[in-house]
């Protein structure tokens, strides 16, 4: 497995051109902060009804319904679909173990996180792409299109190798963003300490979790053969095995049978899983993949 | 199921070193190169599962070791030469004849290029199946026999004797490999039975005695197997097609010396008729042919008419296939080759030399000078001192003549020629039987051909004395008292003699015939027979034709003191003549015509030729007689079955899995 040091742009132009005609999809409508192009829970000023409720004396005058009033004799406010903002989060796992592949998972992580990103940044979203780990620490929280470039600058500026685990990455962050909204959580899943109480803590924090499971065509058909000693890129765990089409053969088995407890693992949990492989062009997977998944549309 | 063992004790120990070299460094040689992954985590969980049935897995992990063990395992065994014995010699010992005569180059034997390939192979095989204790001797035989090995348990010495063994081209005579081998099983005392001093001078040798051969030989009544146990390995196949020439001769027409007749006899021994061309070659060049069909069994005689061969000429007959196109004038494809060829030598035409000394004898004369005489003989003739010449004597001592007849005369020393005494006695080993008188011809010996054609109980003979020879001497002419005409060998010459006179000399010296035979119609035709079987007139024209393997004795004349005797036009090979001109000459196996030069000039003619029924039959015996016995095809005889090959083949096998399964792993 090769290591290749990208040099490829995260966006292209055309992409970008494509992306600002798309929209994330919450399944899930939030609370923002702001006034924002999303419809919120809360009722305010947009020219979307929602509903009447009497009067109670220090409502601004401005909402009540004069008309029923009229009719009625009493003062009824009209309330109105508030449109608020949506915090949208992309987490890029930056383990060691997504530095491997052609390209890199690490930087289709990142091409993805800059995609679903600027997608954000053109609906008004808060917008906030960080690596999982201590570099997170002093990743930007965005709005509107002019933070494409100041994006791009943090996701140029993220190194691969920062061997925090899944659950210890998670609760950092959850610690740090109290907020709701759209998560996508960008990793390779490779944690032998497992995947789930991270994606448990983050549902439990009520947000719309999708996990995008980057995956590299060298990890799905492993091209070495014979007497190897396998050596982990993370934590130096040595295994001794003499591959052949046998354990080739159980080794994907185990692969699908893993993936297949991911899916299980997220579907019962109403996370959004998308195995996103790195040879796909991340052009396809947002144009194309994620809309036809539902991430967006 | 038992085992021979090919390796010493301590070569088994150095090869059970190879399986622990190959464990050893199977365990030494397996260092695993070390690869950078994302993560063991899904590799680390395909191992636990592994694992988990882990005996199938270790031999997954091993199988090629394993392979190799395996490889190693079965060239052990494959070393100890597994098989099942067929049936076991209760001798222990073995006396293989070889028949390594003429027939056995027929190439019906299957697989095997001809019948001896076959049978040697068979023995091959016998020889790779003895046993340790187990000792054997191997004698060819065809018209003679050989000891190629004596008795031995050294298996390489038997193959390298049976490798040496050759297919000849002479007849078959078995008595002598028999011999060999009864001299070894059977040994003779030292006096007669039931002598109380008899000993014996030594152990008898019981042997199996199996005779490889296709039977074409003479049953063997005066044998006596004794401690033999003798076995009949058949040869052959019973459909073998063979047609051969069982004869072939040529010889100028007495009438007319400048034509010659060539004779043949073809016989198709196989069983199913044969269709071929019968072609005359003289001196190579092809000169007649014929066609011929001929049924199974059948024989035919051919006759070719050569006119105006004057000169010497060798004589090629061929058997031809019959086609057309390409296989026109191809040597017959039949299973006996060397019986489709038969050569014959035609000498020149030439005439004997007669010198006779004589006081004069008017019918000896005209017997000489008659027409028919005339053609083959110029006679010299010389009154009796001419005897004590010193040109006599030189003529004598070379044998410049073909005869010399002394009419009523004796020289001192005898000639080295034939001779012909008239009324006279050649030696002192010759005498005066009766006293003379006068004599009635009672008996003629008409097979000798000298006395041919001849009617002669009309004679009327005045005086006459039966005569006594030396050993040997045959009557020709007997009469009332005694033989009247006797001949008598002497030293490779022959001497005639007749007992009494023609004519005779008056006291005044005047001739008086003593007998009528001179007006007798049988007087000149016995002179011409004189001439042609005694002057030796008759043989001069055809070339003696001789067996292969025969010692070849001819008689050139004196005077030269080598020749040199070719086959066809091959290379000369040197001979250095004997005493009076004889030369032998014994490199003799090879049919063909042979031309006998000295000084560039041809001396003689002669060709060897497998004229041998027995040969040419060679359709194999079931049965054959061996002193009382009736030896039987024994067919095949069973050998011992061997399975190292197979095994061989599984290692070679084992050793490409193990190749594959490696290729597989590393690619």
Same mark, same amino acid.
């Given at each position: 497995?090769?290591?290749?040091?990208?040099?490829?742009?995260?966006?292209?132009?055309?992409?970008?051109?494509?992306?600002?005609?798309?929209?994330?999809?919450?399944?899930?409508?939030?609370?923002?902060?702001?006034?924002?192009?999303?419809?919120?829970?809360?009722?305010?000023?947009?020219?979307?009804?929602?509903?009447?409720?009497?009067?109670?004396?220090?409502?601004?005058?401005?909402?009540?319904?004069?008309?029923?009033?009229?009719?009625?004799?009493?003062?009824?406010?009209?309330?109105?679909?508030?449109?608020?903002?949506?915090?949208?989060?992309?987490?890029?796992?930056?383990?060691?173990?997504?530095?491997?592949?052609?390209?890199?998972?690490?930087?289709?992580?990142?091409?993805?996180?800059?995609?679903?990103?600027?997608?954000?940044?053109?609906?008004?979203?808060?917008?906030?792409?960080?690596?999982?780990?201590?570099?997170?620490?002093?990743?930007?929280?965005?709005?509107?299109?002019?933070?494409?470039?100041?994006?791009?600058? =943090?996701?140029?500026?993220?190194?691969?190798?920062?061997?925090? &685990?899944?659950?210890? *990455? !998670? $609760?950092? +962050?959850?610690? /740090?963003?109290?907020?709701?909204?759209?998560?996508?959580?960008?990793?390779?899943?490779?944690?032998?300490?497992?995947?789930?109480?991270?994606?448990?803590?983050?549902?439990?924090?009520?947000?719309?979790?999708?996990?995008?499971?980057?995956?590299?065509?060298?990890?799905?058909?492993?091209?070495?053969?014979?007497?190897?000693?396998?050596?982990?890129?993370?934590?130096?765990?040595?295994?001794?095995?003499?591959?052949?089409? =046998?354990?080739?053969?159980?080794?994907?088995?185990?692969?699908? &049978?893993?993936?297949? *407890? !991911? $899916?299980? +693992?997220?579907? /019962?949990?109403?996370?959004?899983?998308?195995?996103?492989?790195?040879?796909?062009?991340?052009?396809?997977?947002?144009?194309?993949?994620?809309?036809?998944?539902?991430?967006?549309? | 199921?038992?085992?021979?063992?090919?390796?010493?004790?301590?070569?088994?120990?150095?090869?059970?070193?190879?399986?622990?070299?190959?464990?050893?460094?199977?365990?030494?040689?397996?260092?695993?190169?070390?690869?950078?992954?994302?993560?063991?985590?899904?590799?680390?969980?395909?191992?636990?599962?592994?694992?988990?049935?882990?005996?199938?897995?270790?031999?997954?992990?091993?199988?090629?070791?394993?392979?190799?063990?395996?490889?190693?395992?079965?060239?052990?065994?494959?070393?100890?030469?597994?098989?099942?014995?067929?049936?076991?010699?209760?001798?222990?010992?073995?006396?293989?004849?070889?028949?390594?005569?003429?027939?056995?180059?027929?190439?019906?034997?299957?697989?095997?290029?001809?019948?001896?390939?076959?049978?040697?192979?068979?023995?091959?095989?016998?020889?790779?199946?003895?046993?340790?204790?187990?000792?054997?001797?191997?004698?060819?035989?065809?018209?003679?026999?050989?000891?190629?090995?004596?008795?031995?348990?050294?298996?390489?010495?038997?193959?390298?004797?049976?490798?040496?063994?050759?297919?000849?081209?002479?007849?078959?005579?078995?008595?002598?490999?028999?011999?060999?081998?009864?001299?070894?099983?059977?040994?003779?005392?030292?006096?007669?039975?039931?002598?109380?001093?008899?000993?014996?001078?030594?152990?008898?040798?019981?042997?199996?005695?199996?005779?490889?051969?296709?039977?074409?030989?003479?049953?063997?009544?005066?044998?006596?197997?004794?401690?033999?146990?003798?076995?009949?390995?058949?040869?052959?196949?019973?459909?073998?097609?063979?047609?051969?020439?069982?004869?072939?001769?040529?010889?100028?027409?007495?009438?007319?010396?400048?034509?010659?007749?060539?004779?043949?006899?073809?016989?198709?021994?196989?069983?199913?008729?044969?269709?071929?061309?019968?072609?005359?070659?003289?001196?190579?060049?092809?000169?007649?042919?014929?066609?011929?069909?001929?049924?199974?069994?059948?024989?035919?005689?051919?006759?070719?008419?050569?006119?105006?061969?004057?000169?010497?000429?060798?004589?090629?007959?061929?058997?031809?296939?019959?086609?057309?196109?390409?296989?026109?004038?191809?040597?017959?494809?039949?299973?006996?080759?060397?019986?489709?060829?038969?050569?014959?030598?035609?000498?020149?035409?030439?005439?004997?030399?007669?010198?006779?000394?004589?006081?004069?004898?008017?019918?000896?004369?005209?017997?000489?000078?008659?027409?028919?005489?005339?053609?083959?003989?110029?006679?010299?003739?010389?009154?009796?001192?001419?005897?004590?010449?010193?040109?006599?004597?030189?003529?004598?001592?070379?044998?410049?003549?073909?005869?010399?007849?002394?009419?009523?005369?004796?020289?001192?020393?005898?000639?080295?020629?034939?001779?012909?005494?008239?009324?006279?006695?050649?030696?002192?080993?010759?005498?005066?039987?009766?006293?003379?008188?006068?004599?009635?011809?009672?008996?003629?010996?008409?097979?000798?051909?000298?006395?041919?054609?001849?009617?002669?109980?009309?004679?009327?003979?005045?005086?006459?004395?039966?005569?006594?020879?030396?050993?040997?001497?045959?009557?020709?002419?007997?009469?009332?008292?005694?033989?009247?005409?006797?001949?008598?060998?002497?030293?490779?010459?022959?001497?005639?003699?007749?007992?009494?006179?023609?004519?005779?000399?008056?006291?005044?010296?005047?001739?008086?015939?003593?007998?009528?035979?001179?007006?007798?119609?049988?007087?000149?035709?016995?002179?011409?027979?004189?001439?042609?079987?005694?002057?030796?007139?008759?043989?001069?024209?055809?070339?003696?034709?001789?067996?292969?393997?025969?010692?070849?004795?001819?008689?050139?004349?004196?005077?030269?003191?080598?020749?040199?005797?070719?086959?066809?036009?091959?290379?000369?090979?040197?001979?250095?003549?004997?005493?009076?001109?004889?030369?032998?000459?014994?490199?003799?196996?090879?049919?063909?015509?042979?031309?006998?030069?000295?000084?560039?000039?041809?001396?003689?003619?002669?060709?060897?030729?497998?004229?041998?029924?027995?040969?040419?039959?060679?359709?194999?015996?079931?049965?054959?007689?061996?002193?009382?016995?009736?030896?039987?095809?024994?067919?095949?005889?069973?050998?011992?079955?061997?399975?190292?090959?197979?095994?061989?083949?599984?290692?070679?096998?084992?050793?490409?899995?193990?190749?594959?399964?490696?290729?597989?792993?590393?690619?």
């Amino acid at each position: 497995m090769s290591v290749t040091t990208e040099s490829i742009p995260l966006l292209s132009p055309d992409l970008l051109a494509k992306l600002e005609r798309l929209e994330l999809v919450s399944r899930k409508v939030f609370r923002g902060r702001m006034k924002g192009e999303r419809r919120s829970k809360r009722k305010g000023q947009s020219v979307e009804f929602a509903d009447f409720r009497n009067y109670v004396p220090g409502d601004d005058l401005r909402l009540i319904d004069w008309n029923l009033y009229a009719r009625l004799d009493h003062l009824f406010l009209k309330l109105f679909q508030e449109e608020e903002d949506l915090h949208v989060y992309a987490l890029i796992d930056c383990s060691e173990s997504m530095n491997f592949g052609t390209p890199t998972k690490f930087h289709v992580a990142k091409q993805m996180a800059a995609a679903l990103g600027y997608i954000g940044l053109c609906r008004a979203d808060r917008v906030s792409v960080q690596a999982l780990g201590n570099q997170g620490r002093r990743a930007p929280v965005l709005r509107g299109r002019s933070g494409l470039w100041k994006m791009l600058q =943090y996701l140029e500026s993220l190194d691969s190798g920062d061997n925090v &685990s899944l659950h210890d *990455g !998670v $609760k950092d +962050f959850s610690l /740090r963003n109290t907020g709701t909204g759209v998560i996508v959580l960008i990793t390779d899943l490779m944690d032998k300490s497992g995947y789930e109480a991270a994606l448990r803590m983050l549902v439990g924090r009520r947000m719309d979790v999708y996990v995008m499971h980057i995956l590299s065509p060298e990890e799905i058909d492993p091209p070495v053969r014979g007497d190897r000693r396998l050596i982990d890129s993370e934590d130096g765990d040595e295994t001794e095995i003499t591959i052949n089409n =046998y354990v080739l053969e159980r080794y994907k088995s185990t692969l699908q &049978s893993f993936l297949s *407890g !991911v $899916k299980t +693992f997220c579907s /019962r949990r109403s996370i959004a899983y998308l195995p996103v492989r790195t040879d796909q062009p991340v052009d396809d997977v947002m144009t194309r993949y994620l809309r036809k998944r539902g991430v967006v549309r | 199921m038992n085992w021979i063992s090919t390796l010493l004790p301590w070569q088994w120990a150095l090869f059970a070193a190879v399986p622990i070299g190959i464990v050893l460094l199977y365990f030494l040689k397996l260092r695993r190169e070390p690869v950078e992954i994302p993560s063991t985590y899904l590799w680390s969980r395909t191992v636990e599962d592994l694992h988990v049935n882990s005996l199938f897995q270790r031999i997954r992990q091993n199988l090629l070791l394993l392979l190799q063990l395996l490889a190693v395992a079965l060239a052990a065994v494959a070393l100890l030469r597994p098989g099942v014995q067929g049936e076991s010699t209760s001798q222990g010992r073995k006396v293989f004849l070889l028949d390594a005569s003429a027939s056995m180059m027929a190439t019906d034997a299957g697989e095997e290029r001809n019948r001896f390939e076959l049978a040697r192979k068979m023995i091959r095989d016998q020889i790779d199946d003895m046993e340790e204790r187990e000792t054997a001797m191997l004698v060819t035989f065809s018209d003679r026999a050989e000891v190629l090995q004596s008795f031995t348990s050294d298996r390489g010495r038997l193959r390298a004797a049976l490798q040496r063994a050759q297919v000849t081209n002479r007849p078959t005579d078995i008595v002598g490999a028999l011999e060999a081998a009864d001299g070894l099983a059977n040994p003779r005392r030292s006096s007669t039975t039931g002598d109380a001093n008899d000993v014996q001078v030594a152990d008898p040798m019981p042997a199996d005695l199996l005779i490889f051969s296709d039977g074409g030989f003479r049953d063997v009544s005066e044998f006596n197997v004794g401690n033999l146990v003798p076995t009949y390995l058949q040869v052959g196949s019973d459909e073998a097609r063979n047609v051969a020439i069982t004869a072939f001769s040529a010889d100028r027409n007495v009438e007319k010396p400048g034509d010659a007749q060539a004779f043949a006899t073809i016989v198709n021994f196989g069983t199913a008729a044969e269709t071929f061309n019968l072609s005359l070659y003289v001196d190579g060049a092809w000169r007649e042919s014929e066609s011929l069909t001929l049924a199974p069994a059948e024989e035919t005689g051919v006759t070719f008419s050569l006119a105006g061969q004057e000169t010497a000429a060798s004589l090629e007959l061929r058997l031809e296939s019959p086609g057309s196109g390409a296989s026109r004038d191809q040597p017959l494809d039949d299973d006996l080759t060397i019986d489709n060829f038969a050569y014959a030598g035609l000498r020149p035409l030439r005439t004997v030399s007669v010198l006779v000394v004589t006081e004069g004898n008017k019918p000896l004369e005209i017997g000489l000078t008659t027409d028919s005489a005339a053609k083959v003989c110029i006679a010299d003739f010389q009154s009796p001192g001419y005897l004590d010449s010193p040109e006599y004597l030189a003529r004598a001592e070379a044998g410049l003549d073909d005869l010399i007849i002394f009419d009523r005369c004796q020289p001192k020393e005898l000639p080295q020629t034939n001779t012909f005494f008239i009324g006279a006695l050649p030696s002192d080993q010759w005498q005066w039987a009766s006293d003379p008188g006068q004599t009635i011809l009672v008996d003629i010996d008409r097979t000798h051909p000298m006395m041919q054609y001849l009617e002669l109980f009309s004679l009327l003979i005045f005086e006459g004395r039966s005569v006594s020879g030396p050993t040997g001497t045959r009557e020709l002419v007997g009469g009332d008292n005694g033989t009247v005409l006797a001949l008598a060998p002497r030293d490779g010459y022959q001497d005639l003699v007749l007992g009494f006179e023609i004519i005779t000399s008056a006291a005044d010296g005047t001739p008086q015939t003593n007998t009528n035979w001179y007006a007798e119609r049988s007087w000149p035709v016995f002179l011409l027979n004189v001439l042609r079987h005694l002057a030796g007139a008759a043989d001069a024209t055809a070339a003696p034709s001789f067996l292969p393997g025969d010692t070849i004795r001819l008689r050139v004349e004196s005077q030269i003191e080598s020749v040199g005797i070719a086959r066809g036009s091959g290379t000369p090979e040197t001979v250095r003549t004997g005493n009076s001109g004889s030369v032998e000459f014994v490199d003799s196996d090879q049919p063909g015509s042979y031309r006998v030069t000295a000084d560039e000039k041809l001396v003689d003619l002669f060709s060897i030729n497998l004229f041998s029924r027995q040969e040419s039959q060679i359709q194999p015996r079931e049965t054959f007689e061996l002193g009382y016995e009736t030896i039987e095809t024994a067919g095949m005889i069973e050998t011992r079955q061997e399975y190292w090959r197979w095994i061989l083949a599984a290692v070679l096998v084992v050793l490409a899995i193990e190749w594959w399964l490696y290729n597989r792993r590393i690619a």
